[in-house]
C-alpha cells in the first residue's frame, strides 16, 4: 500500500511523514508533490501550515489542485490544520482567499477576546459523530492545535467532532472517503497516532 | 474541559548532549537528549524545549541529528532555538523534525527577522525568545540583555515582546526568560510574566526560576502564563512531568492527563 504525503513546501511535513512511518512500517510513504505518485497511492495526507493564502499559492505552482481535488473524492483523505481549511470556499485571511472548494463554508478569524491567539496547545475534541477514525480514541481526548482560524461549514452534516476555545468550532469534518482534522495527530501521542493508525486501515 | 497550560521541559543541548547551566555559566551534564525526550514523552510533557548553546558548526550539524532522532521517536512538539538566524537555519531544523524555531538574539540585530520568517514558514513556527533582566524595581521594568546576559542592549522587553508578536507576521508564541531567576530556584520573575502576559495577544511561555512544584502554578495563577518551562528540576529526578500536572491540577488548573 502507498501513502503520499502531499508536501507543497508549506509547512512542517517532516513530522507527518516521521509519524505516518512510525504507525504503517510496512507501507510505502511518500513526501511527494508528484501528480502522478499521489494519483497512484491507495492513501492521500494532505498537511499545511501557514497562511491559506501562501498556501494556494504554493498548490497553484505546484499544479496540484486537480490532484488535490480527484483523490478528496476517490480514496482515503486527511487533511490536517491547513488541509482542513483549504477544503473550504473562501477564507478571511490575507484580506480573503478563495479555498479548494470541496466543502461548503467558510474559514474565519478567532473573535478578539481575552483569550490568547493563537489557540495553541492540548484541547480536548468531542465526537460529533461516530466514525472509523475514532476508533480506539476516547471522547474529550486531547490533541495538540495551532491555529489563528477555524472552518464554519454550511453543512452540518460534515462535522465530525468539535473543540471549545471561547467558542464550540468544529474541529474536525468528514464526508464519504474524506476526512479532516484542525490539530495536528502528528504531534498529538497517542491520541495522535491511533487517528493515524485508523487512517492506515480506514477501509472506505 | 477546554485547552490545558501546558509543562515544557527545556534541554540546554551542547554538541549534541543535554547540559544545564546555573545562571547560564556552570555546565553540569544531564545525558544523552533522545533518552531524556523519549523519558519525559512517556512521562506525559507536553511539549519539548531545546536550547541549542553549541558554538561551532559541526556542533550545530551534531544538534540537527539530535533532532531528527528525537523526531523519529517523540510524537509531541518540538521546539529549537539557540543561534537561529536565518531563513536556512529554521529550515534545517523544520526538516530536521523540529515544529516550532526560537529566535533570540538574531531578531535584536535584525529587527525585521520574525517578520520575515513569520510570513515565510507561519506565525505558528516562529517563537520569539527574550531574555530579560530587571533594571528597575519600582516602578518594575525589564530590559533585553544577549549573549548569556552580558550585554545589555537598553530595550525595554514588554515593548519588545509587543513589537515582535504584533500584526499578521509577528511571532506565534514567546519565551520568556528572567536572567535574574534562570537557575536560582526561587521560582519565576511573576511581574515579569505578568505584564508580558498582558501585553500580547499571542501565548507566553514562564521560564527561569522554577525550582519547586509550587512554582509551576504560580507561573500560571499569578503571572498569567500559558505555559510554564523548567529543566533542573525534570534532569535530575527531583520531580517527574507527571507529579508537576498533579500538583498543578490540585491547584484548579486544567491540564492533560
Keep these: 500500500m502507498a501513502i503520499a504525503i502531499i508536501d507543497y513546501g508549506m509547512g512542517n511535513v517532516r513530522s507527518v511523514q516521521k509519524a505516518i512511518e512510525h504507525v504503517a512500517p510496512n507501507e510505502q510513504v511518500f513526501l511527494t508533490d508528484n501528480a502522478k505518485i499521489i494519483n497512484d497511492a491507495d492513501r492521500v495526507v494532505f498537511p499545511g501550515q ?35 481549511q483549504l477544503l473550504f470556499d473562501h477564507s478571511q485571511e490575507n484580506g480573503g482567499t478563495e479555498g479548494l472548494s470541496i466543502l461548503a463554508g467558510d474559514v474565519v478569524h478567532f473573535p478578539k477576546n481575552e483569550l490568547k491567539i493563537p489557540h495553541m496547545g492540548w484541547n480536548t475534541v468531542k465526537h460529533i459523530i461516530d466514525h472509523p477514525l475514532w476508533h480506539n480514541i476516547e471522547d474529550n481526548s486531547r490533541f495538540y492545535s495551532v491555529h489563528s482560524y477555524y472552518v464554519e461549514e454550511s453543512d452540518s452534516d460534515v462535522v465530525a467532532g468539535s473543540t471549545n476555545y471561547g467558542i464550540d468550532f468544529t474541529c474536525a469534518v468528514a464526508k464519504d472517503n474524506m476526512f479532516a482534522v484542525q490539530f495536528h495527530p502528528e504531534k498529538s501521542q497517542h491520541d495522535g497516532l491511533q487517528l493515524l493508525t485508523n487512517f492506515a486501515n480506514w477501509q472506505v | ?78 521546539t529549537v532555538g539557540g543561534g537561529i538566524r536565518r531563513s536556512e537555519d529554521v529550515r534545517a531544523m523544520l526538516n530536521a523534525g523540529a515544529d516550532k524555531v526560537a529566535v533570540n538574539s538574531a531578531a535584536i540585530h535584525n529587527p525585521g527577522l520574525i517578520n520575515k520568517l513569520s510570513e515565510k514558514f507561519g506565525t505558528q513556527c516562529i517563537v520569539i525568545a527574550i531574555d530579560a533582566k530587571r533594571v528597575s524595581d519600582s516602578p518594575p521594568k525589564w530590559e533585553i540583555f ?26 506565534g508564541e514567546v519565551l520568556l526568560t528572567s536572567m535574574d531567576c534562570d537557575g536560582v530556584k526561587t521560582g519565576f520573575d511573576l511581574a515579569l510574566t505578568k505584564a508580558v502576559s498582558a501585553a500580547v495577544d499571542v501565548p507566553v511561555i514562564a521560564s527561569g526560576g522554577v525550582g519547586g512544584l509550587e512554582h509551576l502554578s504560580e507561573g500560571v495563577l499569578e503571572g498569567g502564563a ?32
Design chain 1, 50 to 84: 501557514g497562511a491559506m493564502g501562501a498556501c494556494m499559492q504554493a498548490l497553484n505552482e505546484h499544479d496540484l489542485v486537480g490532484t488535490i481535488k480527484q483523490a478528496a473524492h476517490e480514496k482515503p483523505f486527511l487533511g490536517i490544520c491547513l488541509g482542513l
Design chain 2, 1 to 78: 474541559m477546554s485547552l490545558a497550560k501546558r509543562i515544557i521541559p527545556c534541554l540546554d543541548v551542547r554538541d549534541g548532549r543535554v547540559v544545564k547551566g546555573v545562571q547560564f555559566v556552570d555546565i553540569k551534564d544531564a545525558g544523552d537528549p533522545v533518552e531524556v525526550a523519549k523519558s519525559y514523552d512517556e512521562q506525559g510533557a507536553d511539549e519539548i524545549t531545546f536550547l541549542d548553546i553549541t558554538a561551532s558548526h559541526e556542533g550545530r550539524d551534531t544538534t540537527i541529528h539530535m533532532v531528527e532522532s528525537i523526531a523519529e521517536q517523540v510524537f509531541i512538539p518540538l
Design chain 2, 146 to 171: 544577549t549573549h548569556g546576559g552580558r550585554n545589555k542592549t537598553g530595550i525595554d522587553a514588554v515593548e519588545w515582546a509587543v513589537k515582535m508578536t504584533e500584526g499578521e507576521h509577528g511571532a
Design chain 2, 226 to 257: 500559558d505555559a510554564v518551562l523548567a529543566a533542573s528540576i525534570f534532569h535530575f529526578g527531583e520531580y517527574t512531568i507527571a507529579e508537576a500536572k498533579s500538583s498543578m491540577r490540585q491547584n484548579g488548573i486544567e491540564v492533560r492527563d
